[in-house]
């Protein structure tokens, strides 16, 4: 179904801390996320994605954390900097093109 | 390397005209999708062309319709505006048959509907 959703809408960290945004998904027989990160007048920026055979993915900074058995994933943030400053959104790939969004997460990282 | 592009940046219209937007797909890319951004909402999906055919739709109306040139651009055109239709409207572009990698969005048209 198209019901990817997130836990909470804002998130607010002091620069230099972890940042955790949460996500939930509805259908099980996804395969496939994707975390983007959306700046004021802008369109989506990739971060990360991951596969629905593997549990973790590491990028620069961040971690995917994927937990099939709730449903849940989750994106974290190592030492947070201002220009992490976003709304961030998960989405789950329905078909070839079609990404199902959930509302998005405002981080906000003070000084 | 171009990313993906939209043209224009901003639009106004009133109710009942209609509209056009463009796209063109990052370079090496052939498919395109359009979706569509409410403000404070997650982008909803509208339809998507690969080789100049709409082949996939989500729940839009069919005022919302689109257009794949042989260079891989695209359009989407929307009639009969309505004040709901306000909205950025993202196109993304992907490689067909990369199917676990991520869509390139542009920065969007910002349409406004007065």
């Known amino acids: 179904g198209e019901n990817v959703g997130l836990h909470l809408p804002t998130l607010s960290v002091q620069e230099g801390d972890n940042s955790i945004i949460n996500c939930a998904y509805s259908?099980?027989?996804?395969?496939?996320f994707i975390w983007y990160k959306q700046e004021s007048g802008k369109g989506p920026q990739f971060i990360i994605d991951?596969?629905?055979?593997?549990d973790k993915r590491q990028g620069q900074r961040v971690t995917v954390l994927l937990n099939k058995t709730v449903k849940h994933l989750s994106l974290q943030i190592a030492a947070t900097q201002p220009g992490d400053s976003a709304v961030y959104f998960c989405?789950?790939?329905?078909?070839?093109?079609?990404?199902?969004f959930g509302q998005g997460t405002r981080l906000t990282i003070n000084p | 390397d171009a990313g993906v592009t939209q043209s224009p940046t901003h639009l106004i219209k009133t109710r009942g005209q209609q509209v056009t937007l463009r796209c063109s797909p990052k370079?090496?890319?052939?498919?395109v999708s359009w979706y569509q951004q409410a403000l404070g909402q997650g982008p909803q999906f509208i339809f998507q062309?690969?080789?100049?055919?709409?082949?996939q739709r989500g729940n839009f109306p069919d005022r919302f319709s689109g257009h794949q040139f042989p260079n891989y651009s695209s359009e989407l055109n929307v009639n009969a505006l309505l004040l709901g239709d306000s909205a950025l409207y993202l196109c993304?572009?992907?490689?067909?048959?990369?199917?676990?990698?991520?869509?390139?969005f542009g920065n969007g048209t910002r349409l406004t509907v007065t």
């Open positions: 993304a572009s992907s490689l067909r048959g990369s199917y676990n990698s991520p869509l390139h």
């Open positions: 259908n099980s027989a996804s395969d496939y």
């Open positions: 991951i596969r629905s055979n593997m």
């Open positions: 989405a789950e790939r329905q078909g070839a093109q079609k990404l199902v």
């Open positions: 370079s090496g890319h052939d498919t």
């Open positions: 062309y690969y080789e100049e055919e709409e082949r």
